[in-house]
């Protein structure tokens, strides 16, 4: 059942989490773009823990692909797919409220507007799955 619209919802959402956080970078420091994964090597603890918090947004969103068989805990997991970029979406507003020497930071990258791509792709992923539930429970009445 890999090829129902949830599955790809959810492989579209684990790519932007965990691939394109290489691609588009969150903000632009000194005429120096910041990407997600240059974080690791900062000092700051909750720099670390964005890409960290990127990272398992996609492998859960691809975990989640092959549990078809259990449709509520798929939806349950989107859900928590869900929790993790609000909570990483609110982590990067307040780094990017709070960078040091804002003046000379003029620039936030695309970047940081991936989990609100990420969200929106695992809402619609969620709505496909509870779609398929709700048909499963109509043929069952059936019986």
Wanted: proline share 2%; charged share 20%.
């Amino acid at each position: 059942m890999i090829q129902r619209i949830q599955s790809i919802y959810l492989l579209l959402a684990s790519i932007v989490s965990g691939g394109l956080i290489f691609v588009f970078d969150l903000w632009e420091n000194f005429k120096k773009e910041i990407y997600a994964i240059e974080l690791f090597f900062k000092e700051d603890f909750t720099l670390k823990v964005i890409p960290v918090l990127f990272i398992v947004s996609a492998i859960i969103s691809l975990i989640t692909i092959f549990l078809y068989k259990d449709r509520k805990f798929q939806f349950v997991i989107g859900r928590i797919v869900i929790l993790i970029n609000l909570f990483l979406l609110g982590l990067l507003i307040y780094v990017s409220l709070t960078l040091p020497g804002e003046i000379s930071i003029s620039e936030k990258g695309i970047g940081m507007f991936l989990p609100i791509l990420v969200i929106l792709l695992v809402v619609l992923a969620n709505k496909a799955i509870k779609k398929d539930e709700d048909l499963v429970k109509s043929v069952d009445r059936l019986r």
